[in-house]
């Protein structure tokens, strides 16, 4: 038996266990000072923050702390275990030293005192010890085994706002069990930090922080200005909708499902634009501005909500101008495209031709050109194969009327003259639609209770020539039945006497106005800037920044989260732009919504995918692509395809080089967590549909990443930056009708109007002087690319270049894409593709890779960037 005072084995033990680490750690000191230490130099290169930041009263102070040698601490960090002691390696650190400025430039330099056998730097710690943040761009260590670096691209915050040290990684990318073992916990601490579960508090986010979280859109109604400004949340079971970014604000006080709008709209600090795309012109300080500037363009109109008087008038805008007061003021903000010219003694606003104008000014009154544009226009999207015959609607008869649609089989054999029967056309796939019918039936009732605009449902039909061109057959036009009235429609064809002529340039004004709400919300804001924002706030949760495909998809992610926030503040917004401009009114979004709920499938936005959906193509293996075509000669998809593939190559080798076992896809824990949040949570209204891929092998993971950077780039390419080229000069695709037809039930007045004067009544359906003016400085903003910009093809992100196998990889993509752009210069001047070339047909050009300066529609950008 043991003594009274005689200690426990388990003292005894744990005693001696704590005398075992003592003696290791006293060890390892000994060791430590014994080792020899090497001179590492290294070089951090900054940027300034704006220009208000650099003249602030804290410049001069943080002058002092450069010239001290204390603008920023660095650490270095080992990515290898000390082998004596099994622990990791403490870091080693030093205080840079400014060593030259250039231009917004600032490059430091630091000398580590560094252990030889330190090993490999995995990662660096960064603390700013000035009073203003600063833009870390990258730091170069030069060791002895050769150059490393760390790209960072990120606002670091001063010390005294958050004292928390910065994680950079170096370039090479670590699946998260290849992870070397000290760097694990950087890792995850990482993760944490965007995740917020660091963040102190609750309440709404400061500028400086970095936290990814989900929130439904709940900012773009303002109830607090106005009751008549309140909008529904997006977002739940009343209205489907994508996650946006959380802003933490605080309720409304009149509406507590609605966030309040005060103020800047939240992102996470690496997401705002750079301070080079913020002093350009396409810059948030012009979106922002818009607005402010729209009154004074008003004001300088002698009827701003009335029609233009003439057509002669609309030319004006772009042959004499506006005269605007020079107290404006912000006019230089407007973009460069749009000439102010100040030594006038008022300021001349002049727009610049958009591209249809300047090729054929009469193009856009053509049947050909309407046609051909649904192939190789703004919207490329929505035309589709019919695919049944009688066509009929899907709504319910007791609530909308009639379903069946009054575009017969006479109707449609008399306008293609007796070339084939309506069952041939079908069998033979000649037969093409814009349907817009079902979709917009709930709304037209609800749309014309609002001021100075007014909709129908409509159908378009199309036949196809052997020529691979569209022919328009017929345009019907729909009112729903109400409490009051009996349900209205009436089919237009093609006119060949004075009357049915000037009918069917109205219906078809109608229809393209239809076409040019649903680009916008559908093609355009919903399924690109809506859509993606999930798969951002996803990534930077789940994927550390060292992740393999985090570093494939940051690329495509830039700015999206930035420019979104700025539409919920001023385009997508209660009485914004688009609610102004377009005829859903205050029902864009809820339309968008609909959409969204009814049609948006994750596994059809990839352009395959899409195309065999509206029976546009077919798979078939002896094809190029795996497709046929069903329309041989469709621009759109013809350089689509091409740029889906050379996407798709370059992410297979890249896939397989990381995860050469299929086994790795499903035990990489970060992939399947960031995976699971887009599904559950980011698209969480949608969770349950059984089209969501599951992330199993490659290929799946392939599919996935391919769509999305697809979707960001491609897609986006196409449906952006020709909405000046095409939608600048209005009356080609104006976005709101304004006035009914005028067979729908006239009146005298209306109907003599009619027959007198049918010009003036085509003026009257179109755009007000005030929506039409604000509309093309809106386009002209957002067709416009930043000097900035990143391109497909054009520089590998750093990670890329560090693996050599990856950078031969990308060189491969890059020469996939020279190639493309030598092809579409070919496409563009064969004749006998007449769809894209002829005399004066605007040539195809949204997707050929790199661009030229100004508005060109040309230009494919990694990201939804504006």
Known sequence: MFCKE???????????????????????????????????????TAEEGTLLESLSWSRPLDVITDIRGRSLLVELVSAETDTRTIMEKDPVEDYVQRVWFESRNEKYKCVFDMPEDFGTVGAIRVQNQHRREMFIKEMELELPSGSVTFTCNSWVTPKSVDPTKRIFFSNKSYLPWTTPEPLKKLRKEELETLQGNNREGVGEFAKYERVYDYDVYNDVGDPEKDEKLSRPVMGGLSHPYPRRCKTGRKPCDKDPSSEKRKGEFYVPRDEEFSTTKNIAFTGKAVLAALPA??????????????????????????????????????????????????????????????????????????DDEFARQTLAGLNPYSIQLVREWPLKSKLDPAVYGDPKSLITRDIVEKEIRGVMSVDAALTNKRLFMLDYHDLLLPYVNKVRELDDTTLYASRTLFFLSDDSTLRPVAIELTRPQDVNRRQWRQVFTPGYDATSCWLWKLAKTHAVAHDAGYHQLISHWLRTHCCMEPYIIAANRQLSAMHPIYRLLHPHFRYTMEINARARQSLINAGGIIETCFWPGKYSLELSSDVYAKLWRFDREGLPADLISRGMAVEDEAAEHGLRLTIPDYPFANDGLMLWDALKEWITEYVKHYYPDVAMIMLDDELQAWWNEVRNIGHGDKKDEP????????????????????????????????????????????????????????????????????????????????????????????????????????????????????FDAYKRFKGRLQHLEEVIDERNVNVSLKNRAGAGVVKYELLRPLPKPGVTGMGVPYSVSI
């Open 6 to 44: 005689s200690p426990s084995l388990q003292t005894l033990s744990t005693t001696h266990s704590t005398a075992s680490q003592s003696n290791i750690a006293q060890t390892g000191k000994l060791l430590k000072e014994k080792v020899q230490k090497i001179k590492v130099k290294g070089f951090l």
């Open 691 to 806: 089209w969501w891929p599951v992330l199993r092998t490659q290929d799946d993971l392939i599919g996935v990443v391919t769509t999305i950077a697809w979707v960001a780039s491609g897609h986006h390419a196409a449906v952006n930056f020709g909405q000046y080229g095409y939608g600048g000069y209005f009356p080609n695709r104006p976005t709101t009708t304004r006035i009914r037809m005028p067979v729908e039930e006239p009146t005298e007045e209306e109907l003599k109007e009619f027959y007198e004067e049918p010009e003036k009544v085509l003026l009257k359906t179109f755009p007000s002087q005030k929506q039409a003016t604000q509309l093309m400085v809106t386009l002209d903003l957002l067709s416009t690319h930043s000097p900035d910009e990143e391109y497909l093809g054009k520089e590998p992100e750093s990670s890329w270049a560090n693996d050599p196998v990856i």
């Open 293 to 366: 500037v729209f009154p004074q363009i008003e004001a300088a109109l002698l009827d701003p909500n009335l029609p233009f008087p003439h057509f002669k008038s609309i030319e004006d805008l772009f042959e004499v101008g506006i005269d605007i007061p020079k107290e404006a003021g912000l006019l230089p903000m407007i973009p460069k495209l749009i000439k102010v010219v100040a030594e006038a003694p008022n300021n001349l606003l002049q727009f610049d031709p958009p591209i249809l104008l300047n090729k054929d000014r009469f193009s856009w009154i053509r």
